[in-house]
């Protein structure tokens, strides 16, 4: 990682997470500055090196760059409201999970306190950060983040998505809806599965390689929903139902819970009842661009 250990760094909020920040900073060398409303969360990081700021204005000013790490956005506003510290000059890196309009609002927020304002998502677990497995979003100005690049990346592997403030916690949203959805699929399998008396640990090679597969569709997929132009290259949406009407059956037959599937059967009804039975799957992204239906 291409580090300048000689940048200090502010780490504001001792979770977990937060420690586990601050300990990849002062792993990489650079000084660390830790604030915490519990003081004790940061004896650990002061025995490691950190200087245990004894105030949070103190910790705002002990140097140009701030992260931000707290349980969420209200949390945020409740503490740096309460600063009677001048911002200007200084970047905040807000890496508190929530929502876009919110990472809106608080860059707004940090602009009319004279700050650089970034806002990110941590896409992974305490353990892996100061790992390249440490995928870490962000989004605001590139030159701020460019800027703080070599810093950040002792955190992990650290991307910039652009200007809007809420590209960060989109993509976060986003990946968990991935992420869910395959575990979901990966379940609902087992379940069946389980009823012939076969083990998770046996399907998941299986489902593992259908996961592959299908994460190759997607490119293609893409330039489909992209160009809102949908031919049946591989099978219409009208067959796909079909297969799923087979699994919902095959489901409630073997006494194992068919909602998901039956949810998206649903929404393919809708989507081939409007026309669409003759295009292929990635059509339904007009049904899940819409509210739900009552």
Not at 247 to 271: C, H, Q, T
Request: proline share 5%.
């Amino acid at each position: 990682m291409n580090n300048k250990p000689d940048t200090p760094v502010t780490v504001v909020g001792l979770g977990l997470m937060g420690q586990a920040l601050a300990g990849a900073f002062l792993k990489a060398g650079h000084p660390t500055t830790v604030w915490n409303r519990t003081a004790a969360k940061a004896r650990q990081l002061v025995a490691e090196g950190a200087r245990s700021a004894p105030t949070l204005d103190d910790a705002l000013a002990a140097g140009p760059l701030t992260i931000v790490c707290l349980t969420d956005y209200q949390a945020v506003h409740e503490l740096l409201d309460g600063s009677d510290i001048q911002l200007d000059g200084r970047t905040l890196i807000n890496l508190t999970s929530g929502d876009s309009a919110q990472a809106r609002e608080t860059a707004d927020w940090a602009r009319r306190r004279g700050a650089r304002y970034l806002d990110g998502a941590i896409m992974a677990v305490p353990q892996a950060i100061g790992t390249a497995e440490a995928v870490i979003l962000h989004s605001g100005p590139q030159s701020d983040f460019e800027a703080h690049k070599p810093t950040l990346d002792a955190l992990g592997t650290v991307t910039h998505l652009g200007a809007d403030h809420g590209l960060a916690s989109l993509y976060d949203v986003a990946g968990l809806a991935m992420m869910w959805s395959v575990l979901n699929a990966w379940l609902q399998g087992t379940a069946l599965l389980r009823t012939a008396g076969v083990d998770a640990a046996t399907y998941a090679p299986f489902a593992r390689q259908i996961a592959t597969v299908v994460a190759q569709w997607l490119p293609g997929y893409a330039e489909q929903i992209d160009s809102g132009s949908f031919p049946a290259e591989v099978s219409a949406l009208e067959a796909d139902a079909r297969a799923m009407a087979h699994l919902i059956e095959e489901s409630e037959a073997l006494g194992v819970n068919a909602e998901l599937p039956r949810l998206i059967k649903k929404m393919a009804d809708r989507s081939i009842a409007a026309g669409h039975g003759a295009e292929q799957y990635p059509v339904l992204i007009e049904e899940f661009s819409r509210p739900a239906a009552d």
